[in-house]
C-alpha cells in the first residue's frame, strides 16, 4: 500500500468558519508534510512532522493549525481562513526526514475554497 | 540560492510524438532528483527518482536522464499518449537552513493533442 488518503477531496468554507483537512497513510512512514499550490505554481512546503512532532512551520499564519494525533494520521486545522487561502492543500509522506534516497509520495489533495 | 528551473514552460505535441522536457538546478549539496507527473487539481505522482551516481533511469515511456556534473536532468517521453497531458515537475532534494527540503521547479505543462 503506497497510498496517502486525503479527506475531504473539496472544502468550501466561510471566512467565520472552522474545518479540518485529515491525512493518512499506513507505510509506516515517520515523516509527514502539508503543502500549499496555487493553480500553475509549485507546491509550497507549510509544516514538516518527524516522529510525530512538528519539526519545521514555514512561518505559516496562525489560522492554520497543524496536529498529527498518531503515526498514520495528520491534521490540518483551519480556522478564519482568507479567500486568498484558497488553494489545492497536498499531504505527503516518507519514511523520514533525512532525504537521502526517501521516496516521498504525495495524497490527491484537497482542494479549498473560501468564501 | 537553492533553485530548480525547468524549460518549456508548456508544451503542445501530437499524439505518438516524443518529447524532452528540461531541469537545471543549482541545488547544493545534493541528495536525489525525482520527476512528478500532475495531473490538474490533484497530488503529484512519481515517476523516477535519481541520485547522483544514476545517469539514466526508465520507468515505462518514460526516462530520466543526470547528469551530476552540469547539474541538468531531462525527462524524455516516447509515443506519447494523451493521457500523458499534465504537469511534469523536477524534485531535487538538498540541504537548506541544516534540514533536507524538497526544492520544485515550476513545471512543464504538456498537451498532448489527437
Known amino acids: 500500500d503506497t497510498e496517502v488518503t486525503q479527506t475531504p477531496k473539496h472544502l468550501v468554507m466561510g471566512m467565520t468558519n472552522k474545518k479540518s483537512l485529515k491525512c493518512e497513510q499506513h507505510?509506516?512512514?515517520?515523516?509527514m508534510y502539508w503543502y500549499k499550490q496555487k493553480a500553475k505554481k509549485p507546491p509550497e512546503l507549510m509544516f514538516v512532522?518527524?516522529?510525530?512532532?512538528?519539526?519545521i512551520n514555514e512561518s505559516v499564519p496562525s489560522r492554520f493549525s497543524p496536529e498529527c494525533p498518531n503515526s498514520s494520521l495528520l491534521n490540518l486545522h483551519l480556522h478564519a481562513l482568507q479567500p486568498e487561502d484558497s488553494a489545492l492543500y497536498l499531504c505527503?509522506?516518507?519514511?523520514?526526514?533525512?532525504?537521502?534516497?526517501?521516496?516521498?509520495?504525495f495524497g490527491q489533495g484537497t482542494r479549498l475554497t473560501v468564501v | 540560492k537553492n533553485q530548480v528551473e525547468q524549460s518549456p514552460q508548456s508544451l503542445i505535441i501530437l499524439e505518438g510524438k516524443n518529447c524532452t522536457l528540461q531541469?537545471?538546478?543549482?541545488?547544493?549539496?545534493?541528495?536525489?532528483l525525482r520527476w512528478y507527473k500532475q495531473d490538474t487539481g490533484r497530488g503529484p505522482v512519481s515517476l523516477t527518482i535519481?541520485?547522483?551516481?544514476?545517469n539514466t533511469k526508465s520507468n515505462g515511456r518514460y526516462t530520466a536522464t543526470l547528469d551530476a556534473d552540469t547539474k541538468q536532468s531531462s525527462l524524455h517521453i516516447t509515443a506519447s499518449q494523451l493521457s500523458d497531458s499534465a504537469s511534469y515537475i523536477c524534485?531535487?532534494?538538498?540541504?537548506?537552513?541544516?534540514?533536507?527540503?524538497?526544492?520544485f521547479g515550476s513545471g512543464t505543462r504538456l498537451l498532448v493533442r489527437p
Open positions: 505527503a509522506s516518507s519514511q523520514d526526514r533525512t532525504g537521502w534516497f526517501t521516496e516521498a509520495f
Open positions: 507505510m509506516g512512514h515517520r515523516a
Open positions: 512532522y518527524s516522529y510525530e512532532k512538528l519539526s
Open positions: 531541469c537545471n538546478y543549482t541545488v547544493s549539496p545534493f541528495s536525489n
Open positions: 535519481m541520485t547522483f551516481s544514476e
Open positions: 524534485v531535487v532534494s538538498g540541504e537548506e537552513d541544516s534540514s533536507y527540503k524538497l526544492i
